[in-house]
């Protein structure tokens, strides 16, 4: 784990309430890896001992980026930070993806949770040939998300995720973007065809409660692995408030070591 100041490259809204924020930040770039997280002491709120926990969306050429909407304090503080200041990051944080995937990954993610998501189809796209068990090692990797959204504004990076040539499929509760509807109703056709064909698949996922738990079932029910992002106030980062806890078959884990990623049939809802 590393604390240190670091400087912001770029903060750019990207619509929505959303931003991006790029820092430089070389030896925690190198280190981090999909589904972990870091922790930003916000400026204008030092005097308080809270940090604020992001989920990190890129780490490569020694910067690293988080994607993050306003919802709060925090974040409403953390608008102001310009490129230049300097923040007080710790991280790497937690527990994160497992980094091999039997089968065809499926990633679900709801709103800003596509973040992780977005670091872990880099990660998978580049590193096919070890993260892919049973893959020849020429085989390109069939990477696929679904990601939801109340309108067509809660559906984030698809550019990205386009670019590095990962399948995406939409859904959105208003029908502005994609299916009408919920996630799990593309999910739910592309596991039919999967099934059909005799194709393994692993779940990976990233947003609110009730969409994970619905992924959850879905692996568990179909007898595949699923890797579930949980978030929870991680207070500290560190494990030692116990304010992060998510109860699981082993007990009371805490998110911000143990977690946040748990295997789906960990889970205790």
Known sequence: MIDESVKVVEHVEIGA?????????????????????????????????????????????????????????????????????????????GHGFPLKCAGVPLLVGGGYGVAPLHFLAKWMVKSCA?????????????????????????????????????????????????????????????????????????LFACGPDPMLKAVAMRATGTGSKGWISMDRHMICGVGACYACIQKTVRGNSRCCVEGPVFAAEDLVW
Do not use: C, I, W
């Not at 939409?170 to 596991?191: F, I, M, R, Y």
């Open 17 to 93: 309430g959303y931003r991006y924020l790029v820092l430089a930040a070389p030896q925690m770039a190198a280190r981090l890896q999909p589904g972990q997280f870091v922790h930003v002491r916000v400026p204008a709120l030092e005097t308080s001992a809270l940090r604020r926990p992001f989920s990190v969306f890129d780490a490569e050429d020694g910067k690293v980026t988080v994607l993050y909407k306003t919802v709060g304090r925090g974040t409403a503080a953390l608008n102001a930070v310009k490129a230049g200041d300097t923040l007080n990051v710790m991280g790497p944080l």
């Open 130 to 202: 070890s993260l892919t068990s049973g893959k020849d090692s020429a085989s390109p990797l069939s990477v696929k998300l679904f990601v939801g959204g109340r309108t067509a504004a809660d559906l984030l990076a698809l550019d990205r995720f386009k670019a590095l040539g990962v399948e995406v499929f939409t859904a959105t509760n208003d029908g502005s973007a994609g299916v009408k509807g919920l996630v799990t109703d593309p999910l739910d056709d592309e596991l039919v065809k999967l099934r059909e064909k005799g194709e393994t698949f692993e």
